[in-house]
Structures are given as C-alpha cells and as structure tokens.
C-alpha cells in the first residue's frame, strides 16, 4: 500500500519538480526535426526561497552544452527583430516566478548528441546558484 | 509666353478659394472616417493592409532543388516566413505554430494552403538541409534557398531583416541570425493582405479565421458551422 501510494504520488510530480525552495513547473522541450543541432527547453522557475536563485546551467544525455538564453527584441524600422544571447544566469528574485517560454528565455540544449523525438520525455538535472551554494535539480521533460 | 502672362492675383485668389473649398470637405471627411475607423472593430486579427500592394515575386531553389516561383502559387494563400533551420526557438515555434493552422483548416481550405519558409541563411541552408527542417513540421511546407544576393532582394521586398549574430570562437561556422518574425498572408490575387506578429502565431482559431475570410464567405461558414463575420466593405473596396 506504502509502495503505491509512492507511485502515486511520483506520478502526480513527474512533471513538476519539487526542491525544498525551488519549484519547477510544466517542463518541456520542442520536438526539433532529426537533422537539427540544437533545440529549447521550457518551464516555470518558481524561487519559493527568500533570496533570488540563479539558473547557471543543465546536465542531460542530449547534449554535453546545455546553456540558459534569453530572447531579445529590438525594432528595427518598424519590425520586431528577435536575436537571442547567451547569459551566464537566469536570476528569479525571491518569491518570484521566471517562465521560459518559446519566443522568449530558454534553455538552450546545443550540439545534440541525440535528438529527441517527440512523446520522448528527456531527464533534466538543472544547476542553481543560491547563496547557500549551487543545488541540482532533476526533472523530467516531456519531449513535444 | 512672358508678354501672354495675365495678372497672377485673381488667379491665385480663386486658386485659394478652390484650395479652401476642398479643405472644408476633406478635413471633416477625413476626421469622421477616422472615428468611424477607431470605431469600428476590425474583423481582421492580424494587421490587414488595405494598399494591398502585390506581393514580390521571385524565384528561389525549393528544398527539393526544384526552382521556385511565387507567380505560380497564384489561386492559393501564400503563409511566408523567414528563419532558418539552425534556429533553435523562433522558428521552430513559428513553423509548429503554422502547422497548427493548417491542421485546423477545413480540408478544402486546406488544400488552398501554401506556407513557404524561406532561410535567410542561406550559406548553410541548402536543400537537403531545409528539406530535412521544414517539412517535420508539415509535409507539405516548403523551404527555399537562394544565392544570398537573391535572398538578400526577397527579405528586403518583405520588410524581413536579418543580420549574423558574432560566431562562437571556435568555430566560426558556429553562429546565430538575428531575425525579423511576422509572417506575411499573401492572398489568391497574389496581394500582400496581412501580417501577423510573431506574438500572434499561438493563437491558431483566429488565424484560421483570418484565412477563411481571405478565402471568401462560401468557405467561411464551414468552420465547424460557426458562421465567421463576413469581410466589412472596407476589404472588398482594397480588392
């Protein structure tokens, strides 16, 4: 019965991560075609802590460079250009959360080594800097 | 003739008065059609260009090493975009984004769809490559390429900008362009009709219904039989 209830419950998590302060909320990362070298993943960063975290990176079996991104957006006479940047940190001030979304902050899972196919689900270790020193941690995204 | 020459001041004066005339007129006229305009809510949910310019036309290599002209898409509603495809988050979201648009189309609209992705990197684009890229998304997407100059010419013509982004140092082959996103409705006429923002693409019913009103009234009522509001006098006066 325990070792259901335990099933249970890691099913109604497996897509959301839990750490003591930090939460991750509807990972995913987009299905790319097979041929392409690099795709985005996206979530909820939700700092639950009292001090602002900073995502510095990601660990996974797809890619061995797996960087945090942020979309930028000038106008350029009259149209909206979309460029992208890599930054060092994503930082989530404390008691906020930071959505990664497509068209905007990503994170960046560059030189695959294995594209995922879509209905895949990819498990992520992400890396946070916090003042009490850097904590990992894994969630699982859906591949779609 | 100089010694023909009549006295220029009563000319000038009824000159004038024709000028002030027709102020009297156009400046209430113009202030109320504005009004009206602020009004009335547009039925369009991308931004809908009345001049309706024709759209340029150009021949590019589509990703099947097959030229490409855009006159022969005629009869069909053109969707263009530019990225290219080791764009890892604008143009993959744009492309799905589209995908989603054509999935929802009723089949008939369907077949009158052509959404046409053109790579403004072309140096790495190559067919093989777009041909591997766009139609994951849907198989009936195109890609095109082009020498850079033609290339260069298109995007212009569309208001589309790009520029390189600084390669990675240790590999100069390794870099990102940074690019414009709206993507241009070209309708059967082969009229620039609408654009829609980057932003906008998510929102795949109210594109669809975009694209019906585009396509005519007959084919409008067909949605799931939700009657979509018929194109206001304004558009068939743009026609």
Redesign the interface.
């Known amino acids: 019965m325990k070792f259901l209830v335990a099933i249970l419950a890691a099913l109604s998590l497996s897509f959301a991560a839990h750490g003591a302060d930090i939460e991750i909320n509807d990972p995913w990362i ?1 299905a ?9 993943g996206f979530f909820v960063i939700v700092n639950k802590s009292a001090a602002p975290i900073s995502l510095v990176g990601a660990e996974a079996p797809i890619s061995k460079d797996i960087r945090p ?1 942020v ?2 957006k000038i106008s ?2 009259g ?6 940047e890599f930054v060092d940190r994503l930082t989530v001030e404390a008691g906020k959360s930071l959505a990664l979304v ?2 905007g902050d ?1 994170l ?3 030189k695959l080594a294995d594209v995922p196919a879509a209905g895949s689900v990819v498990p992520v270790t992400l890396i946070f800097e916090t003042p009490s020193g850097r904590k990992s941690l894994a969630i699982r995204a859906p591949v779609r | 003739m100089a010694s023909g020459r009549k006295p220029a001041r009563p000319r000038t004066g009824l000159l004038l008065i024709i000028v002030a005339a027709c102020a009297a007129i156009a400046i209430p006229a113009t202030i109320v059609m504005f009004s009206m305009a602020a009004r009335s809510i547009s039925p369009w949910f991308g931004k809908y260009d009345h001049q309706a310019r024709e759209a340029y036309d150009f021949q590019l290599t589509d990703h099947n090493g097959s030229p490409f002209q855009l006159r022969n898409l005629r009869g069909n509603i053109v969707l263009l975009a530019f990225g290219f ?2 764009c ?3 143009c ?2 744009t492309l ?1 984004a589209l995908a989603n648009v054509a999935r929802r189309l009723p089949l008939e609209a369907q077949e009158r769809l052509r959404v046409v992705f053109i790579t403004i990197d072309p140096e790495r684009d190559t067919p093989e ?1 777009l041909k ?2 766009v139609p ?1 998304f849907d198989k009936r997407f195109m890609g095109l390429t082009g020498d850079p100059a033609t290339i260069a010419a298109v995007a212009k013509a569309y ?3 790009f ?1 390189k ?1 600084p390669p990675a140092e240790d590999n100069p082959a390794d870099y ?1 362009v ?5 993507v241009q409705l070209i309708d059967p006429e082969g009229k620039l009709r609408l654009s829609f ?3 906008q693409l998510p929102e795949t019913d109210q594109i669809v219904g975009d694209f019906l009103r585009v396509l005519g009234p007959e084919t409008a009522t067909e949605t799931n039989g939700e009657t979509l509001p018929e194109s206001q006098p304004s558009a068939a006066r743009a026609r």
Do not use: L
């Open positions: 987009r790319v075609p097979p041929s392409s070298s690099a795709t985005a991104m979309t930028t350029a006479g149209k909206d250009v979309m460029g992208m497509p068209g990503h960046m899972f560059m | 495809t080791n890892p988050n604008i993959p979201s799905a490559k591997a890229y994951f208001g589309a900008y520029k982004a990102m940074d690019h414009s996103t709206s923002r980057f932003d």
